[in-house]
């Protein structure tokens, strides 16, 4: 019997005017009405190769495109190039809109009808987002697609909140939403589209009106003890105006903080200048639960936000982004620590209830102009913390008082201009920032008396920090495009100087005492780098190249004036990067890229003298400068067919760093460690590779998500002086379902399986084994009702006791049809779990948490679009 024969049919798609059409839909079949036996797209050059196997003499070939007539021709079943164009036609473009009304592709826009996935329950646009195949809301708020984090979150275009994307995620109604739109290699500068490709995707909100002026507004109360929960978020967008305001407080666990976290993804290149919080103390707080946490946050939190974004003029932008938060949390429960040594295992146990409050203040104010010929962006962010903590720990021989205050202040400005001047592209970037932290830990009773107080107890140990850095980075330079080759040279200079000033105190009855020599720090530490860059980007056809060539001169000088200790160090460093992707169907990508950099600690891992970081923790770096050299690789392999919806991403990565360090730990019999860096050179290696796999299968109205994730780290400890190889692996399976099996229910379903190893010295220490499962089921009583059943299940194999965990929570909505007024009575933790044990590892210890959760508690509450 004779086989198929194989075919090749490939050629390139044009439209009215000779221009290629990216995201052209290609279909093969025996005829007009028969079923399709292949199909392609259009890649991003027109172009587009399709393979079929039949015996048929004669196909027919059906080539569409959205906004032009559909083209529709016999052709012979044999290897052919075919040159076809398109005339623009508006009724066609009706016809195409029904074909693909799940998921439509238009060049490097993925358009995600928000009414295919949208059902009776969901609300929130983030509600409807979680069941796109693709796209992934991590439980912190970040969203991801096809495994990377989105570049931009915009709302009808316009990036009102920068970073901080939760707050519309998660307020603005699912139902004045009619698209989801992913911006596959998104440039959001347009100055440079063409000069600079890009590899991120960014995510678009399509209103279903030009101008949408709504609010949602919840009010809840219930027992026990008594709870209530107030949001109140007007909005609206215009193509002119843009504004989320909100006011939010609960006392019933749920977390408000996470609606304004920032997600941003810098575009000012290598940062060696951090705003986040630094703490350079703290109290020894419990492992939180890792599920929701509405069981186990016992909280009392107001937030207030303003966000306003006005067009002053076509494409020039204000911005202004104000938070603030206030937020009170008590964590009750005990801790049970392993730290596995070379010559043995040391084992502690802590009973901690701690009191934490917090009070941060955001703002950020932005000016931007982004234009086909100008860019201009320049942005200040001001920020205050003026947090406290307190804490209570009895470890059977003793009870230990822990009181800490740590504020802590920042001001930053980011400038970025471009602009061109003749046939060049002139580029200019500042960055300049100051930071500052008062902090004060007092520990009651006195810790490390051997090394603080020659054996001899002590009622109270007190720690202060104070620090302070100055950041400046500036750099010109230009880009033009030679040949097809971009290249973009640049030359700047930055400059760090940081200080530091340290004191420990220890106090026996009214007679207190500052401890001198090795106990105080007032260290200077000042870097600066002058640099030369050389960026170079290339694209042909379906392929991306980008190299960048990065010379370094560094210089250092530390010293510190109480010890009468300093350093000085200069490098010459060549710190390259590669990056290269090839799109070689029009649903197949794969890239690969390398990295070679040299990192340099900074006065947190440089400074001579001890200083307490908590109550059973004694660190100092009395030792040259921290010196990293790090080789990265990386490959991805990513598949997309919004034919099918249906999206895979694996990637792999390998890192190896060679440090001049190594750290030394000396854990005493009660767990206390004195960590210090010892100058000896040594190996890092990291091996990571994950995979995903989500598709949406319409009939069934269901999406399904896969995912595998390993890694593993190799490296060498100094463990109570005693040198050791240690080797963690994780691997873990993730599996998420979303279904609306008929009309009178849905479910939603996600588990993972977890492993963890640890090896020392080729000593296994306990293997971690650990399970989540949750299952939610809707039932929709009526058009207005349905009632949900929430369940979790978790389990561990290293816990004696509570290895299985189950939670149950029932919930009953009713809404008021005509007002759109949602009434809904909830009943959480209805099996009255009161205790989550959570088993975790590092490099030298395991780590058992038992965590008082919240108690059973009813809540009812009135739900409201304005």
Do not use: C
Not at 135 to 140: A, D, H, R, Y
Not at 268 to 281: A, P
Not at 306 to 319: A, Q
Not at 766 to 789: C, G, R, V
């Amino acid at each position: 019997m004779s086989g198929k024969a194989q075919s090749v049919i490939s050629g390139k798609v044009l439209d009215e005017n000779d221009q290629s059409l990216s995201g052209a839909t290609i279909m093969i079949s025996k005829d007009s009405t028969s079923s399709i036996l292949a199909y392609g797209i259009s890649d991003s050059s027109g172009n587009f190769n399709i393979q079929l196997k039949t015996n048929l003499e004669t196909l027919f070939l059906k080539i569409s495109y959205i906004g032009y007539s559909t083209r529709k021709q016999k052709i012979q079943n044999k290897d052919q190039q075919l040159e076809v164009q398109l005339s623009p036609s508006s009724e066609e473009l009706k016809e195409v809109l029904v074909e693909a009304r799940i998921i439509e592709q238009r060049g490097d826009t993925l358009s995600f009808s928000v009414s295919a996935f949208k059902d009776q329950k969901d609300r929130v646009i983030a509600d409807v987002i979680r069941k796109m195949p693709g796209i992934e809301i991590l439980p912190g708020g970040r969203i991801e697609y096809q495994g990377k984090p989105i570049q931009k979150y915009y709302i009808e275009g316009l990036d009102l909140l920068e970073g901080r994307y939760s707050l519309a995620n998660n307020n603005i109604a699912a139902d004045d939403v009619s698209k989801v739109q992913i911006l596959e290699n998104h440039q959001p500068i347009k100055l440079l589209d063409s000069l600079e490709f890009s590899d991120r995707a960014s995510l678009n909100i399509k209103l279903k009106n030009n101008v949408t002026t709504s609010g949602t507004a919840e009010l809840g109360t219930g027992f026990s003890p008594l709870l209530w929960k107030v949001k109140v978020t007007p909005m609206i967008f215009t193509k002119k105006n843009q504004a989320i305001i909100t006011y939010q407080s609960n006392n019933t666990g749920s977390d408000v903080s996470r609606e304004i976290r920032d997600f941003s993804i810098s575009d000012f290149g290598r940062q060696e200048f951090s705003i986040n919080k630094r703490d350079w103390l703290s109290i020894r707080r419990l492992a939180e639960p890792p599920f929701s946490q509405e069981r186990w946050l016992d909280n009392n939190v107001h937030l207030g936000s303003v966000n306003y974004l006005i067009r002053l003029k076509k494409d020039v932008d204000l911005k202004t982004n104000i938070s603030y938060l206030n937020d009170a949390q008590r964590q009750i429960g005990n801790t049970q620590t392993r730290f596995f040594t070379p010559t043995g295992t040391i084992e502690l146990v802590e009973q901690t209830n701690n009191d934490l409050f917090f009070n941060t203040l955001q703002s950020k104010f932005i000016l931007e102009r982004n234009t086909n010929d100008n860019y201009l962006k320049n942005e200040l962010e001001i920020n205050g913390h003026w947090d406290s903590q307190r804490g209570f720990i009895d470890s059977g021989n003793s009870k230990i008082l822990q009181r800490l205050s740590n504020p802590f202040f920042v001001v930053w400005n980011k400038l970025r201009m471009l602009k061109p001047i003749g046939k060049q592209l002139v580029t200019f970037r500042s960055n300049t920032g100051y930071t500052e932290a008062n902090q004060n830990l007092n520990v009651n009773p006195g810790q490390f008396e051997a090394l603080l107080n020659n054996d001899d107890s002590f009622s109270e140990i007190g720690q202060a920090v104070n620090s302070s850095t100055f950041f400046t980075d500036n750099s010109a330079g230009m880009a033009k495009k030679i040949s097809g080759v971009t290249i973009s040279p640049e030359v700047g200079f930055s400059l760090q100087n940081q200080h530091l000033k340290s004191r420990l105190a220890i106090q026996e009855g009214t007679r207190g005492e500052f401890l001198n020599g090795d106990f105080r720090n007032n260290l200077d530490f000042l870097s600066s780098r002058i640099y030369f860059t050389s960026r170079f980007v290339y694209e042909k056809d379906t392929w991306n190249f980008r190299l960048n060539t990065p010379v370094n001169y560094r210089a250092f000088t530390i010293e510190d004036f109480f010890l009468n200790r300093s350093q000085d160090l200069s490098r010459l460093t060549f710190e390259p990067d590669f990056y290269i992707r090839n799109k070689f169907s029009a649903f197949w990508e794969t890239s690969v890229s390398a990295n070679y950099s040299n990192d340099f600690g900074d006065v947190s891992r440089m400074h001579y003298g001890f200083i307490l970081n908590n109550y059973r923790s004694l660190q100092r770096y009395n030792s040259p400068l921290p010196e990293d050299f790090r080789q990265r690789y990386n490959w991805s392999l990513t598949y997309r067919n919004p034919l099918t919806s249906f999206f895979v991403s694996t990637s792999y990565s390998y890192s190896n760093t060679r440090r001049n360090l190594l750290y030394s730990n000396l854990i005493g019999e009660n767990g206390a460690t004195v960590l210090e860096a010892v100058e000896q050179d040594n190996n890092l290696q990291a091996h990571n590779w994950n995979a995903k796999a989500s598709k949406y299968f319409s009939k069934l109205n269901t999406t399904l998500s896969l995912g595998a994730t390993f890694s593993l780290f190799k490296g060498e400890q100094l463990l109570n002086q005693r040198l050791a190889d240690v080797n963690n692996e994780n691997l873990s399976f993730d599996l998420k379902l979303e279904s609306e099996v008929t009309d009178w229910l849905s479910t939603s379903y996600s588990g993972n399986l977890s492993f963890l190893k640890t090896t020392i010295e080729y000593r296994a220490i306990n293997d971690i084994e650990t399970q989540q499962h949750s299952l939610d089921l809707f039932f929709y009583l009526a058009e207005n009702q349905y009632f949900s059943i929430n369940s979790e299940y978790y389990f561990n194999n290293i816990s004696e006791e509570n290895r299985n965990n189950y939670f149950l929570n029932l919930n009953y909505q009713y809404t008021f049809l005509k007002s759109g007024i949602d009434l809904e009575a909830s009943w959480n933790n209805v099996l009255n779990t009161n205790e989550f044990v959570r088993v975790s590892n590092n490099e030298f210890a395991y780590i058992q948490s038992t965590y008082r959760l919240r108690t059973s508690q009813l809540l009812m509450s009135i739900k409201f679009t304005f």
